[in-house]
């Protein structure tokens, strides 16, 4: 008897399988073929161990979730820190990690993630979606229509055994090169420490960050300062509140050790972007930032822009005042979620940005939470071409190159230094000043 055709691509296999980490993809269930009831489901998948769902409609989307804890008709809540749900459109893959506490319900009937959404429900060819609130059952936001456009049609659903393969096949040629040594952190800390701006007139780089609400602005600005204090601080407001945390304009001189030597760059942090009108950084405020008015602690107005007093504004700041970088901060589980009116401010504030010529960049932070690999150990994160995948579409998305976009990790729950996080960190900020040395350049020529 002929094998049962999988309806996944090759490319489409690959971006799970790089998702999943070194993992073969095995067919066990195909809902055309051995029907869309429950029993047909636990009948060919009930005790194999980890096992990818991957479901089709109508609409182009296929999309589906992960568990590593096999289905049993235990008629138990299950605890799976592992479970995950995925969408591919268009080429571009997302996921959304499933709260670990009720990742499944296990039962006799079909699966299930999340306590909330429900595939082949009612062994009929649907997937429903309980109304109940996400927050108890997902850490991301869950929007179904970003997830399957809404369509409830499944065309298929197929189940895969996941196997997993030999680690020493991952270990491909990285993408980029980079040194993990003790020796290259503090040849990087003395290179940061040394640093020269090419203008006299400038003592310190300032380096503007501005991002969606939770990407992790002000904990890079805090993991910075952790480095370089030799022990992890909390001296920016951080957190994963709904709306900005930072409400005013900040800039953060980091200061270096037991010393308190000031440090040739400050970063200055800004109210967070939000998609609805009227909510969040006022894009009119980027001009006044950019240029250099708006002062220290300067509480936002999402409302209103600001406005300078007359004898400010007739005044031009000086070099020193304004910005001489910017840096766009993207959490890198987000990025296929973000919405049309998030990307169409992103491209406002890059419109502001160039038209002054200041340098961009892109940090990409949450790199852990996004691939498997990376999250088992840092050092994998320029050979996974998960991460790489998503490097391209930031660049797509922001119109930055490819070039210019650094995944990072901030310290968030851990309470001593590590030093890949550190290497990743500092590379980023060597990066940084590296670009303001070019807009002097530029203007040291004009």
């Known amino acids: 008897m002929a094998p049962i055709a999988s309806d996944l691509t090759k490319e489409q296999r690959k971006q799970l399988c790089d998702l999943l980490g070194n993992v073969e993809l095995t067919l066990l269930y195909k809902a055309s073929v051995h029907g869309y009831h429950a029993f047909a489901f636990h009948q060919r998948c009930d005790r194999q161990g980890p096992t990818l769902l991957v479901a089709y409609n109508r609409s182009g989307y296929i999309f589906g979730g992960y568990t590593s804890v096999d289905y049993a008709q235990s008629g138990r809540q299950i605890t799976d820190e592992e479970a995950f749900l995925f969408s591919i459109r268009y080429g571009s893959l997302f996921r959304i990690q499933v709260n670990a506490y009720n990742a499944r319900y296990d039962d006799a009937g079909g699966p299930s993630f999340g306590q909330k959404l429900y595939f082949c429900?009612?062994?009929?060819?649907?997937?429903?979606?309980?109304?109940?609130?996400?927050?108890?059952?997902?850490?991301?936001?869950?929007?179904?229509?970003?997830?399957?456009?809404?369509?409830?049609?499944?065309?298929?659903?197929?189940?895969?055994?996941?196997?997993?393969?030999l680690q020493v096949s991952f270990k491909e040629k990285p993408w980029r090169n980079i040194l993990w040594t003790s020796k290259r952190r503090e040849e990087l800390i003395g290179l940061i420490r040394n640093h020269k701006p090419l203008m006299p007139s400038v003592s310190r780089v300032r380096?503007?960050?501005?991002?969606?609400?939770?990407?992790?602005?002000?904990?890079?600005?805090?993991?910075?300062?952790?480095?370089?204090?030799?022990?992890?601080?909390?001296?920016?407001?951080?957190?994963?509140?709904?709306?900005?945390?930072?409400?005013?304009?900040?800039?953060?001189?980091?200061?270096?050790?037991?010393?308190?030597?000031p440090l040739p760059f400050v970063l200055c942090d800004t109210m967070g972007l939000e998609e609805q009108p009227g909510a969040g950084l006022d894009i009119d405020d980027i001009s006044s930032i950019l240029q250099g008015h708006i002062p220290?602690?300067?509480?936002?107005?999402?409302?209103?822009?600001?406005?300078?007093?007359?004898?400010?504004?007739?005044?031009?700041?000086?070099?020193?005042?304004?910005?001489?970088?910017?840096?766009?901060?993207?959490?890198?589980?987000?990025?296929?979620?973000?919405?049309?009116?998030?990307?169409?401010?992103?491209?406002?504030?890059?419109?502001?940005?160039?038209?002054?010529?200041?340098?961009?960049?892109?940090?990409?932070?949450?790199?852990?939470?996004?691939?498997?690999?990376?999250?088992?150990?840092?050092?994998?994160?320029?050979?996974?071409?998960?991460?790489?995948?998503?490097?391209q579409e930031v660049s797509s998305r922001l119109g930055v190159p490819v070039s210019c976009v650094l995944p990072v990790k901030n310290y968030s729950q851990e309470l001593e230094l590590e030093l890949k996080c550190d290497i990743l960190l500092l590379n980023a900020i060597q990066q940084m000043l590296r670009f303001a040395n070019d807009y002097f350049d530029d203007i040291d020529t004009i």
């Not at 927050?135 to 499944?154: I, M, R």
């Not at 993991?223 to 900040?250: C, Y």
Request: charged share 20%; net charge positive.
């Open 121 to 165: 429900h009612n062994s009929q060819p649907v997937v429903y979606c309980k109304s109940k609130s996400e927050h108890v059952y997902f850490d991301q936001p869950f929007n179904t229509l970003k997830l399957y456009g809404n369509d409830t049609e499944l065309t298929e659903c197929e189940v895969y055994k996941v196997n997993q393969t």
């Open 207 to 261: 380096i503007l960050m501005i991002g969606p609400v939770g990407a992790g602005k002000s904990s890079f600005f805090n993991s910075i300062n952790s480095i370089f204090m030799g022990h992890v601080t909390s001296k920016a407001m951080s957190g994963s509140a709904g709306t900005s945390l930072t409400t005013q304009f900040r800039t953060y001189p980091v200061k270096d050790g037991c010393e308190r030597k």
């Open 296 to 391: 220290d602690r300067y509480k936002f107005n999402p409302k209103a822009p600001f406005q300078p007093d007359e004898q400010k504004a007739s005044r031009p700041a000086s070099l020193q005042e304004k910005i001489h970088c910017v840096v766009y901060v993207i959490d890198a589980t987000k990025i296929s979620l973000m919405s049309d009116q998030l990307e169409e401010k992103l491209s406002s504030v890059r419109s502001k940005v160039n038209s002054v010529a200041i340098p961009q960049m892109v940090l990409m932070t949450k790199v852990d939470e996004t691939c498997p690999h990376v999250q088992k150990d840092l050092e994998n994160i320029y050979a996974s071409s998960y991460i790489k995948m998503k490097v």
